[in-house]
């Protein structure tokens, strides 16, 4: 059996970039045409003879010439002999395609004057196939053919196609359809895998891109990689950053889709600074689950590919991918420009466009009712974390005072019945911990306290040796202790939340302990909250019967999930009906019971599994498109059962976000805004934000933040020892990403407000309250400026930052200065304890657009002594603008003045003050207006 796994016949990048301005006609190639081969060559020979008498009849007229550079395999026009290379093109965007085995050999921004590839790879396919052995757990991968065929022809708008064809062992194909149309800046690709084998094809990893390097050398900082990963991270110089050997973190590869911890959404954008640069993109409307990866390989050069996953891998299975692969050029070097690109298709509707936003622009949701008016307009800012059932409500006062405005209070999770947090419960713990050895409970952190569970196999729980390795896991001297007293300790530690399935009947969750004085201050202050719980997990419920229980029945292992596999041993599948229906009783019963107004849901659908081995729930098993149904089915029938009882839309939030969960979910919990104060999903680039390497994008917002959900970011404090990082924080939640401030406290107590005596208070997991005997005090300069937040959210700059359309920034023509931010963290899920300064620009700008009808550009001066005096210059009509003439005013909580006029056709140039840590608007408001 033959397999052409050839290398191209490439001799140097000079080469490679002359392939792709080089166009060539439609051609078939398939290997071994042995009478095509005859008959050139018969015409070959003859060209030469005729070409020699015609050389030697002028020769004494011509200068011997220079030596000839080698030869570059274009179509040489006398012999006919075709080109090994492919080139689809137009005047912008060209792509190199091998005759011989599809590879990808170079890709080109024309328009610029860019090339991706530096190193082209040419005896590897475009793809790598993945099958699955559910029988014995194996994972086989494929990267062998035994036939290609390569076939061109124009499209009736005059554009370039290419169908390719790969004929595998056992009857298995892949095709692939790749379309430039002629005034595209984009080629899509189509491709199926056809299966003619009774194999279960698990995934496709198409197109890859092999062997990319930077667009510019000089500077290299220039080269910046856009990529979802953590709600949107833009990494300057990725083949400085990932390329191997040099580099101990070769990139980012095996990133999930859709998921908060991994890619919430499906493009990528690898561009130079102000030049120009390419867009990556799944133009996929129906969920489909994949990996969105840019990495170095172990040979060294960079790659980036989609990964798709099978919905259905049943034996037999085919793999029709029906959404186009989008590869192109850039008009501009920014991360911007391909965020509106792929904007424009996310948020249109009808076919070959998602349903994310069919339910239309939140302003409009809110006024007929189908979104929450109080979560969008009207509370300033947010808690995270605080006690439910432990009375807080001194501090729930204090969090209102700040600006006189609504507060949004996420609490803690120790609501339900089987809750309940007290201090004596943490003595408990802390000395029952000594007695084993371990070092103080309050002293774990919640990776600490929390993984250890979710790793040992419940059933090891039952014998000394379960018990033992459990213990050494949390640090245990193992001792003489006898079991009985071990496993006394155990389930003191593990009695309260849904840490491991024992066998035990559900958890009771009613009735409910939130504490009567804490409800009592929220609904007085006319504030909001929504209670916190962990969503998926089985809390005791039959999950044999009814949850994912994947590995458990066939040990089916999920290679490259970035989500820890333990998660689904106690998770619960949302696509049955039985948990939909507990779900949208227990929902409807905690709103009866304390009257709430959101419901919030932590490890839900945002980083929860995407897949099941349970062909038994209704379902394949596979990776789901049938999954994403299921969470919007169970979220929609929640949603309905605590409106019904509330009287009122209740809304609905989950932890990070997704674009896939757009027309459920009204509010999204994220992280990474803390920059280098985030946690848990910016964790792994932490030392790479400290070093200027990577920076976190409002991305989530640029895309959608018309259409919702609204955003809680920031893992802010409010002590003087979190440093001076939480203007520049709150600054981008507020005005960047136009979202909630979230004050977390969930890894570290409350604050000390003026007036308090006497410790304060953090709920940890497992119910049990610290109490902090010397807390951190509030610091009066950052409360001052959290009401400036909040006024700004719900007075002047409302319009923009609860339904404006995220616009591109203002030219500044004034330097900007940069200013140094002292920061500490000390609010860690992992226990990370580290300080320092982060320096970055003194001005926090963004612009906003409200309905196509005004402008407003928000900005913040973060030095707290100096007034600011800048110029800036924007062109209205880029920001389509519709009006004739307008008036330019700055407001600020203060007032507000006129400070110019505009009118269509006219030039811009603006001067501003900006004084210290003072949100200023400036508007364009139509005349008359």
């Avoid at 020699?52 to 030869?71: D, F, I, R």
């Avoid at 084998?197 to 510019?216: A, C, D, H, K, M």
């Avoid at 950053?241 to 859709?258: D, E, I, K, Q, W």
Wanted: aromatic fraction near 12%; glycine fraction near 8%; charged fraction near 20%.
């Amino acid at each position: 059996m033959a397999v052409y796994h050839h290398r191209a016949a490439l001799r140097s990048l000079r080469q490679a970039d002359e392939w792709v301005s080089a166009a060539h006609g439609p051609f078939i190639y398939e290997e071994g045409n042995l009478l095509m081969s005859l008959c050139v060559n018969i015409l070959t020979l003859l060209s030469f003879i005729l070409l020699g008498l015609l050389v030697t009849g002028c020769a004494s007229k011509v200068q011997t010439p220079e030596p000839l550079e080698e030869l570059t395999p274009t179509e040489d026009a006398v012999t006919q002999t075709p080109s090994p290379i492919l080139t689809l093109q137009n005047e912008y965007f060209a792509l190199a395609i091998s005759r011989e085995n599809g590879s990808i050999l170079q890709v080109e921004d024309k328009l610029n004057g860019l090339k991706l590839i530096e190193d082209p790879v040419g005896d590897l396919p475009p793809w790598r196939l993945y099958f699955f052995d559910l029988s014995t757990n194996n994972v086989q991968e494929w990267e062998t053919w035994e036939r290609f065929t390569l076939e061109t022809e124009g499209t009736p708008e005059g554009g370039d196609r290419a169908k390719l064809h790969w004929q595998l062992a056992e009857s298995v194909e892949i095709e692939a359809v790749i379309e430039l149309p002629p005034e595209s800046y984009v080629a899509d690709f189509h491709v199926k895998v056809l299966n003619g084998s009774q194999r279960t094809i698990q995934q496709l990893e198409f197109p890859i891109l092999r062997g990319i390097g930077r667009l510019v050398d000089i500077p290299s900082e220039d080269n910046l990689l856009l990529h979802p990963v953590a709600g949107g991270l833009l990494f300057v110089d990725p083949v400085g950053l990932f390329r191997r050997p040099s580099s101990s973190a070769p990139g980012l590869r095996h990133v999930p889709y859709p998921e908060g911890v991994g890619a919430f959404t499906q493009f990528m954008a690898y561009y130079a600074k102000e030049r120009g640069g390419f867009y990556f993109a799944c133009h996929d409307q129906l969920n489909t689950t994949k990996e969105v990866d840019f990495y170095s390989p172990s040979q060294g050069g960079l790659e980036t590919l989609f990964a798709h996953k099978s919905w259905d891998m049943t034996a037999g299975n085919d793999l029709i991918l029906d959404y186009p692969i989008v590869l192109g050029a850039l008009e501009e070097g920014s991360w911007y420009a391909a965020a509106e690109r792929y904007r424009d298709w996310a948020t249109a509707t009808g076919e070959g466009h998602p349903a994310w936003c069919e339910k239309g622009r939140l302003e409009d949701r809110v006024r007929e009712g189908t979104a929450a008016a109080w979560l969008a307009e009207e509370v300033g800012f947010s808690t995270f974390g605080v006690p439910s059932s432990f009375e807080v409500s001194p501090w729930l006062e204090a969090f209102h005072r700040i600006a006189d405005k609504p507060v949004f209070h996420v609490l803690g999770h120790d609501w339900p019945q089987w809750g309940g947090a007290s201090v004596e419960r943490m003595e408990l713990l802390d000395s029952m911990f000594a007695e084993a050895g371990i070092k103080p409970f309050h002293e774990h952190s919640l990776n600490e306290l929390w993984f250890p569970q979710v790793s040992v196999p419940s059933d090891l729980l039952d014998d000394p040796q379960g018990h033992r390795q459990f213990f050494e896991m949390l640090g245990a001297r193992w001792s003489t202790l006898p079991e009985e007293r071990w496993r006394e300790i155990f389930e003191a530690y593990n009695c309260c939340g849904p840490w491991l399935p024992l066998g035990l009947s559900p958890l009771p969750w009613f009735p409910t302990r939130f504490h009567p004085a804490n409800l009592e201050a929220i609904k007085n202050n006319g504030d909001f909250f929504a209670p916190f719980f962990f969503d998926f997990f089985s809390y005791g419920h039959d999950h044999e019967a009814y949850g994912m229980n994947i590995g458990s029945s066939t040990g089916w292992q999920h290679p490259h999930e970035l989500i820890q596999a333990a998660f689904t041993k106690i998770w619960m599948d949302p696509t049955t009906s039985y948990w939909q229906e507990f779900h949208a009783d227990r929902d409807r019963q905690i709103v009866v019971e304390s009257g709430a107004d959101g419901l919030y849901y932590d490890i839900s659908a945002g980083a929860g599994p995407r897949w099941s081995d349970r062909g038994d729930l209704g379902h394949p098993p596979g990776y789901g498109r049938w999954l994403w149904e299921g969470y919007g089915e169970l979220y929609t029938k929640s949603k309905q059962a605590a409106k019904a009882v509330k009287g009122a839309y209740v809304t609905q939030g989950v932890e990070m976000g997704l674009e896939t969960l757009i027309p459920y979910i009204d509010f999204n919990q994220w992280r990474a805004g803390g920059l280098v104060q985030g946690d848990i999903e910016l964790t792994p680039y932490i030392d790479l934000v400290k070093q200027g390497k990577v920076a976190k994008l409002p991305l989530f917002s640029y895309l959608y933040h018309e259409y919702g959900p609204v955003m809680l970011d920031g893992w802010a404090k409010l002590a003087q020892e979190f440093g001076d990082i939480f203007y520049l924080i709150a600054a981008e939640i507020a005005l960047q990403q136009g979202g909630l401030v979230e004050l977390n406290y969930e890894y570290s107590p409350l604050e000390r407000f003026p007036g308090m005596e006497g410790p304060t208070y953090q709920l940890m997991y497992h119910t049990a309250v610290y109490q902090d005997e010397q807390p951190y005090d509030v610091d009066p300069q950052k409360v001052a400026f959290l009401k400036e937040v909040a006024l700004a959210r719900t007075e002047f700059a409302t319009e923009y930052l609860a339904y404006g359309k995220a616009m591109k920034p203002v030219t500044f023509l004034t330097p900007i200065p940069e200013i140094e931010l002292t920061w500490n963290h000390y609010n860690s899920i992992g226990g990370r304890r580290e300080s320092g300064v982060f320096t970055a620009p003194s001005v926090v700008q963004q612009v906003w657009s409200y309905k196509n009808e005004k402008l407003g550009v928000l900005m913040v001066n973060l030095d707290g002594d100096d007034v600011l005096e800048v110029e800036l210059t924007l062109d209205p009509r880029k920001y389509s603008l519709n009006g004739q003439s307008y008036q330019i005013w700055q407001v600020t909580s203060e007032g507000s003045e006129r400070i110019g006029t505009w009118a269509q056709g006219e030039d811009l140039r603006l001067a501003v003050h900006l004084s210290p840590r003072t949100i200023v608007l400036v508007e364009f408001r139509p005349q008359g207006d």
